[in-house]
T-cell receptor, first 111, second 116 residues
Framework: LAKTTQPISMDSYEGQEVNITCSHN???????ITWYQQFPSQGPRFIIQ???TKVTNEVASLFIPADRKSSTLSLPRVSLSDTAVYYC????????????FGTGTRLQVFP | EPEVTQTPSHQVTQMGQEVILRCVPI?????FYWYRQILGQKVEFLVS????????KSEIFDDQFSVERPDGSNFTLKIRSTKLEDSAMYFC??????????????FGEGSRLTVL
């Protein structure tokens, strides 16, 4: 399973766009890139998943360059409620079930 | 929106006691998981369960742990003889497809286990 590296923490202000980049140099051909969000004392929550190029949903966008060695989660116009830990996960060869969570990026949004 | 529910939300137990944590996964999901998170640390995979058997488990999931789907709706994690280091938040999750491939696991709110 590919190792991921992401910033330990980030600060932002309400209304700003936040971009969290994750490095995954050893990503394999069958690997997907998935982002989860976790609020304190709650279970992780799926945000978005992609394989290449760009994926957008109602919550976020995920940008993946052609070499797939990194990815960027983009949160448009964050609010205080977006304060959470964001995890980048890479894996998903089809014969495994487990997701491997790293240490994540702690995003703090200020008013 | 369907959700994964877990009980109890918090359990305090004495070292050496047996604990059963219960989960009701989303009804049409086929894959079930337990993860745990020690306070301030990473979310760690324990076990995955499909078609009434364990499909994968981590090195954490030793002989003290077992899982069961006793009645088609509940999914339980049993710790036979708790240790202090078992104190953690335990998350149950379920997914419609094989978790890693689909990516979208639905997690419960967690059961906090405190071992004294």
């Amino acid at each position: 399973l590919a190792k991921t590296t992401q910033p330990i923490s980030m600060d932002s202000y309400e209304g700003q766009e936040v971009n969290i980049t994750c490095s995954h140099n050893n990503i394999a051909t069958n690997d997907y890139i998935t982002w989860y969000q976790q609020f304190p004392s709650q279970g992780p929550r799926f945000i978005i998943q992609g394989y290449k190029t760009k994926v957008t949903n109602e919550v976020a966008s995920l940008f993946i360059p052609a070499d797939r060695k990194s990815s960027t989660l983009s949160l448009p116009r964050v609010s205080l409620s977006d304060t959470a830990v964001y995890y980048c996960l890479v894996g998903a060869v089809f014969n495994t079930d487990k997701l491997i969570f790293g240490t994540g990026t702690r995003l703090q949004v200020f008013p | 929106e369907p959700e994964v529910t877990q009980t109890p939300s918090h359990q305090v137990t004495q070292m050496g006691q047996e604990v059963i944590l219960r989960c009701v996964p989303i009804s049409n999901h086929l894959y079930f998981y337990w993860y745990r998170q020690i306070l301030g640390q990473k979310v760690e995979f324990l076990v995955s369960f499909y078609n009434n058997e364990i499909s994968e488990k981590s090195e954490i999931f030793d002989d003290q742990f077992s899982v069961e789907r006793p009645d088609g709706s509940n999914f339980t994690l049993k710790i036979r003889s708790t240790k202090l280091e078992d104190s953690a938040m335990y998350f149950c999750a379920s997914s419609a497809g094989q978790g890693a491939a689909t990516g979208e696991l639905f997690f419960g709110e967690g059961s906090r286990l405190t071992v004294l």
